[in-house]
């Protein structure tokens, strides 16, 4: 059966510091890995997708299929970036979501 | 242009009241998606309309949960019965096409949250 795994659902760290979200799926087929955001009084909102291979807000993530995770990394974490960050695959029609990892930025 | 809206933004209703939530897409988009966000469960996937068919109904949780959508835009999620344990913030989602459609993002509605007494 599909599924995402976020480990972490809470995440500290000092403003400057590297931040790395976990991310684990389980999927059969071929894999489209999604990372979403909801900062507070916000709705949710697409922060990035692996086939894109884009770098958003200096968020990347890559797609590592021999260890199934797509991890969420950003080298220097601003205060800006705390939120709630959600991962999500694509089966085929429909996202599966992580739980989630609240990532707070302290000054 | 306007994004997905739903309303209403709150609801608060008795056990074993019916409710209906209403969720209005981006013009255009042909699939809609509602899941349900429950603290600690993130987000549950609970049903996909492309136009006005429902080729994936299988995240609703029972029976008395059923959604409808009109006209290929605006759609109802209605919760018969309710109980305690349906309290959560119903997000509605739209996009273009379906999301097999290659590069199709989902946009996200601001939610209804739902409070059963």
């Known amino acids: 059966a599909q599924r995402v795994t976020q480990p972490e659902k809470l995440l500290s760290v000092f403003k400057g510091a590297p931040v790395e979200l976990k991310c684990n799926y389980s999927?059969?087929?071929?894999?489209?890995l999604f990372w979403y955001v909801q900062y507070s009084r916000q709705r949710l909102q697409l922060l990035l997708r692996?086939?894109s291979r884009e770098s958003i807000k200096g968020f990347t993530a890559d797609l590592n299929k021999g260890e199934t995770s797509f991890h969420l990394k950003k080298p220097f974490a601003q205060e800006e970036d705390s939120a709630m960050y959600y991962c999500?695959?694509?089966?085929?029609?429909?996202?599966?979501f992580g739980k989630g990892t609240k990532l707070t930025v302290n000054p | 242009g306007a994004g997905v809206s739903q309303s209403p933004s709150n609801k608060v209703t008795e056990k074993g009241k019916d409710v209906e939530l209403r969720c209005d897409p981006i013009s255009g988009h042909t699939a809609l998606y509602w899941y349900r966000q429950s603290l600690g469960q993130g987000l549950e996937f609970l049903i996909y309309f492309q136009g006005n068919s429902a080729p994936d109904k299988s995240g609703l949780p029972s029976d008395r949960f059923s959604a409808e959508r009109t006209g290929g835009s605006v759609s109802t999620l209605t919760i018969q019965r309710t109980q305690q344990e349906d309290s959560a913030v119903y997000l509605c989602a739209s996009s273009l096409e379906g999301l097999a459609g290659g590069l199709n993002e989902q946009f996200f509605g601001p939610g209804t949250r739902l409070t059963v007494l």
């Open positions: 692996h086939i």
């Open positions: 999927y059969s087929g071929s894999p489209e």
């Open positions: 999500a695959l694509r089966v085929p029609e429909k996202l599966v």
